[in-house]
């Protein structure tokens, strides 16, 4: 099946490619190379000087697992007011900030996202989370192992096992639950609040193991390092949400000394204490480091005015934020010498001083970090809000006139404490292209997603180029995952398979006996029946492997 | 014959991996399970039935017609039991939103006496590992679990507390309910005691225990049990909904919540529903992914609807059209009939004790074939392997193939295409 796409204007960053007219030749779901004269064309779509963009890649959202099944029974009645009937290519479904499995695929597909990464899957739980990942239609996924509160490796690092040893040993977890890349939330915290510690920071000594969040965060960062993982250690730092945490923050960022990091939902880390409110923004400070340290990567977990529900591993942090839960009922889970989870429906206000600044500060975030190959469009889905405000929060980078007018709405003295009505930068579309197609792919070592260069995987979106941006983004005229049609103006068109990503790192496998004592011991199951094989993954497609960086 | 070491049980939701089968031909027999109700699930000769269409021997394919025939005419048809793998409940979910069909599990009710609470005010719970190697103080409400989940105490109570500093010791509480001797024998070696109902109900009990935390009514059982999960440094609190009295089982559960988490602001605490037998958990949580909404739901006009009181199978089933029922894991026919006609997918082997319209053996999933089941804390999912090959179809075969043939035929209308 051939297919060429005229008359584009092309953005395709990862290939320098910035507003070329350009034809695109796809043949059976890949991108190539113009054919020679004479050669069939099965399909062809004249573009008319529609811009055309590689799919766009989420690389942090919360789409799978135990956590957001908790939070889909949680928040019944957001459910109960968000049915979808079936309708054309869907079937039926229900929810907005937590959708159901087909309603995911097909809301991302039909902004023109492709592919998608559920940031927290606990090793206990990954199993579940693949199940359900292979009822997630159309766009591709993947998971990030949640490490740092596990009992065994704080054990492993508390007797002074050495880096090898921590690095086989995180091998050998990443590869058993077929994850893509390794995420520390909230190191040693998790694990510190089982012992009823209700905070602990960067640099105090946890119960029993007596290590430090920043002595588990650099072990993991190293062990991420010497695997040669593409992701860099994805970290969900200390004291979350907690006025002052850009201390914390700068901090984090000073640990990794030298090794590579990446900073999620850094806006709930970019809080400061000034002000009569001791609330205050941090994001310059950060921003600035962030400028200064080419090895840091973040996403700012953007929050979005309304009602949402945050579901996250930080038990420490969501047990001490229940009492603000909207509705008021809150779910909380300590999980199998692994992790845990906490579940907290919140609604984001605009009259709310706190809430106002929090939108601003991301903001702030998204237009003081220069680079957008280092920060990445989330709102942390759906903890700063649901995935599907993307449209509106690029036309909020967009446009100074739009977002003037909405700062304009949020709570005055918010307004009056942030820096957000002087900045002038409008990120343009090629830096949206770069922030949410090359960069994403760049740093997940996706090759062949991201671009369209020659090889690529043919997820091509076309768009109306409209002033209004977030209409334009809302509702792509075409989007195409691996060459084939599946969302037109908005809609579902055809509901295809998607496919799931993991790496596959070289480590050595003694380490196995160690983890199976451990599992024999302590955990109850044996290590050979945790361990995931491929035919379990997307209903015995086996997964997408990728090799760690130097390897093929 | 073969001796497969280290099988995975998927009957009763506790996960037990260590188990020794043998398989024989068409025969499997249990050589190790430590446990009676794996041992008769384990026990399976060659089928002694095969499929039937009104009582007469058919083919698979011709009971698979006649299923597609009287499902496809349905209107409000009730696809229940789900005593299936994973696979097998989304093939059901699938073939429910084809027809238009209401879908809930056999042994629902004990799980929507936990959802009633978890929706109401939230849940605070914690899984089995911790509860081996953390728990220094747990307490079982209601009845002893042993019966239905045989080796609770023996593999996640009786091991060493392994995270919590030497010295420490376990302690087992029942509240409002008594060990039974195979209980008392797993837990040899523990600190076990007994706190009588004082009169009341276990609600009663619960909050008693709740006022003596806040100061009030100092003396007798239940201070003494606020002063120990107080002073414990990792509490656990468990119950078996589904052997809890009827009435007032919700009050039961909603108040042990409340009293975890008056005792977590102190110490740490939480709670532990067990059940999840016949993969009651796995048919939950699909459904949740699927729908956003639990079981109980009903694809009726191409939409959903759950209603956690009108939707369960018990009110359903007198009013569908149809009912399909799924028995892979063994749980059975139900024990009432629908109106109109009944299919049955049953995975013994037995004759059922009345005959279905429809009756197709299936494969038992960790018998028959490979799948996947949920363990009862609802966080661990398990892969259970296959022994022997009877050439049973699973049940995501035959639900596929009744679904395709129904797929064919136009629409007889009102559900979704
Ligand atoms: S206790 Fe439950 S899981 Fe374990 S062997 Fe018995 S029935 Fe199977």
Redesign the interface.
Known sequence: MRIRFRNGRVYDPANGREDATADIHVLDGRVVEAPGPGERIDEEHDLGGRIVMPGAIDIHSHI?G?K???A???M?EE??A??V???GAC?????IV??????TGCRYAEMGYTAAFEPAM?G??A??AH??MA?IPIIDTGGYLVLGSD?LLLDLLARGERPETIRDYVGWMLTATQSMAIKTVNPGGINA????ARRLDLDEAGP?YGLTPRAILTALARAVHDLGLPHPLHVHGCNLGVPGNVATTLDTIGAAAGLPLHLTHVQFHSYDTEGDRRFSSGAARIAEAVNRTPTLSVDVGQIVFGQTVTASADTMTQ?GTAPL?HPR??????????AGCGVVPFRYRDKSFVNALQWAIGLELFLLIEDPWRVFLTTDHPNGGPFTSYPELIRLLMDRDYRLARLAEIHPEASAHTTLGSIAREYTLAEIAIMTRAAPARSLGLRDRGHLGPGAAADVVVYDDLPDRRAMFERPRMVFKDGVLVARDGRTVTVTKGSTHVVRPGFDDAIGRVVARHFE??????A??FA??DD?IR?GDGPVRHGARGQG | MALHEDVTCPLCGLGCDDLAIEADGATTSPVRTACALADGFFRRGAPAVGPRVAGKAATLDEAMDAAAERLGRSRSALIGGLAADVDGIRAALSLAERIGATVDHGGSAALFRNLAVLQRTGWSVTTFAELRNRCDLLVVVGPDPTPRHPRFFERWVAPPLALLPEGARRRVVFLGGAPSAEARQQLAGVDVSEVPLAGGDLPDAIAAIRAALRGHGAEGPAAALATELREARYGVIAWSAGQLDTLGADLAIEAVMRLVREVDLITRCSGLPLGGMANAMGANQVCVWRTGFPLRTSFAGGTLRHDAGALSWEHHIAECDAALWISALGAGPPDQNPDGPLILLCGTGEEPPTEPDVLIPVGTPGIDHPGHVFRGDAVVALRVGALVSRGLPSVETVLQGIEARIASVPAAGGAAS
């Open positions: 799978a135990g957001m099944n908790l889909r029974m949680l019944s459910h109960h968000t049915i009937p079936a309708e079937l039926c479904g229900s929810g937590t959708p159901s499995t087909h309603v606990l206990s739980n199993r579940h199940l359900e009822d009992d609040f089982k012992y009823n029993r047990r839960a009922k809150w779910a909380a889970m300590d999980i199998e010498c692994d011991e302590r955990i109850g199951i044996k050979k029946h995931i094989s379990e209903g």
